[in-house]
Structures are given as structure tokens and as C-alpha cells.
């Protein structure tokens, strides 16, 4: 990233889920900065960050069957209570923060799941078999409290590392934008032309969070002093209770950085955990 494009807004901006990886070892330097952020994350959060280097293993199978995640050798496995919805979301809220910190150190990252070796993965970070808790179509079946794995961070060198930094940051925006489709800010979170400006901001930056084939099972609504916001989890379009609720703490991150992040108005407020959990205006 440019020394002038360092804040988390930025990262927003230009992140995307690299599916191509080079096998490379992260430099040692690097790596502390990496591991240092994941162990903070993971205090915050309270859910386990794992770091499991040179693994390739656990791509073999998304590698042959779909082609993607070659050279991929890194994952950071997110694991927690099973049955615990807040952890879940916790984990991607944080998650995320881990993510968009990577990106500003110039990784590539991606979220993944049931694309890689889970149970491998959990096994390697000493979680002994996992019973595919994890799996976003279905609650689980792991008696509630046991440690189970939740999700993925894929992190290393872009295939072609030199050639992504040297890009500008505004390049680097253009191809976020031809990477994913786009989102109706309208369908996610009700905006019209009347909508705060923060809100916009915020709703704007939940259009560029990642989730499975750009499909969105969580939606935004403004009350109507517009002083907050209730985030929520939309039957119509749930991806199981894994999924969803780490989707959501994804979300609500994006959406907070986004209107703490709104050049036309100075707003700061904080989220509530759950399903309907508010970001209230301070």
C-alpha cells in the first residue's frame, strides 16, 4: 500500500479474496508483525487464532477440484466454543480486522471454510477431530462449549507480488471493483438520497466486505431519528448459523469503519452483539 493510503478505510478499499498464492515463506519480520496483531485479535475476541505455516496439504483438494487457492501454504484457523452465536460473530469481527491489518502489510488474504481440509486444519492446531460443526448449511452437531473450528484466513505473497504493489492505490480500487460484483446499497440497507451521510458511508463499506459467492444473508436498518442502525440476519437468504453470524461481525466491522471513515460528517458509536445488534451514535 501507498504511505499516503494507510488507514483501515483504504484496506477496505482494495482488499480483495486472492484465490492464486505465492508458496513462499512470510518473511520472518513481517510474520511478527502478522502474528502479533492475530494474538491481539485474538485476546479482543477471545476466540483461538492459530497460525499454521507451510501447509499446502490442506489446499489439495480446492486446488484440484476448482482450480483455486494455488500456492496456497498459510491459514490462520479461527476456532471457539461450538453452539456460542456470539463468539461466531466475534470471530468475524475480528477476524476481519486481522484481515484488513494483513492488507495494509501487503498479504494476500481470503476467508475460507469447507474449501480446505478443516478437520486436517483442526488437527494441526490441536483441536483433535472435528465433527463438521463448522459446515455453514447446518447448526452443528458438537455438544455445545466444545472447541470447534469456525473458519479460515488464507494469508502469504500474491503470485505476483512486486507487480500488485507497485500498482496505485487507485488501481488497486478499479480492480476490487471489476474483482466482485457490486451491491445494491438500496437492498442491503434501505438508502435513499434522504440517507445520512455517515450511513451511506457505512452501508457503502458492507459492499465490499467478503462473503460466499456474493451471496448477503444480512441487512441493515436505519431507525428513524437516525441515531442507529440494527444489523440483522435475513431468513430469505441464510447460509446456515456458522456463515451468518460470522458474516455478520464481518459487516458490522465494515459498517463502523465506513462511517467513522465519512469525509462529510464526524460520527463515532459502537455495535451491540447479536442478531439486531445496534451501532449507536455516541
Known sequence: MSTTHSQVIDAINVRISNR??????????????????????????????TFLENHP???ARVV????????????????????DKEALEKAGFYGERLVLAA??????????????????????????????SSDGSSDGSSEDGAEVPYAG??????????????????????????????????ALGGVTPESPSWYVSAITA???????????PIRF????????VRAFI?????????????????????AQIGAHSDVNSSVSGEWSWGNGGAFTLK
Open 20 to 49: 492464486i498464492y505465492s508458496p513462499d515463506l512470510i518473511e520472518e519480520g513481517l510474520l511478527s508483525q502478522l502474528t502479533q496483531t492475530m494474538d491481539a485479535m485474538s485476546l479482543l475476541s477471545g476466540v483461538r487464532f
Open 153 to 186: 484466513i488464507v494469508v502469504g505473497y500474491f503470485e505476483d507480488q512486486d507487480h500488485v504493489l507497485k500498482l496505485s492505490y487507485e488501481a488497486r480500487a478499479q480492480l476490487q471493483a471489476t474483482h466482485r460484483g457490486g451491491q445494491n446499497l438500496s
Open 64 to 83: 484440484e477440484e476448482k482450480g483455486e487457492f494455488v500456492g496456497a501454504a498459510h491459514v490462520i484457523l479461527l476456532s471457539g466454543p461450538a453452539g
Open 206 to 216: 458492507v459492499t465490499k466486505a467478503p462473503f460466499p459467492a456474493h451471496k448477503q
Open 221 to 228: 436498518l436505519l431507525a428513524d431519528d437516525a441515531r442507529s
Open 103 to 132: 492488507t495494509l502489510m501487503g498479504l494476500a488474504t481470503s476467508w475460507i471454510d469447507n474449501s480446505i481440509d478443516l478437520e486436517g486444519a483442526a488437527r494441526l492446531a490441536g483441536l483433535g477431530e472435528s465433527d463438521g
Open 234 to 254: 435475513d431468513p430469505d437468504f441464510s447460509l446456515g448459523v456458522t456463515r451468518d453470524y460470522l458474516i455478520m461481525g464481518i459487516d458490522k466491522l465494515h
Open 57 to 59: 496439504e490442506l489446499f
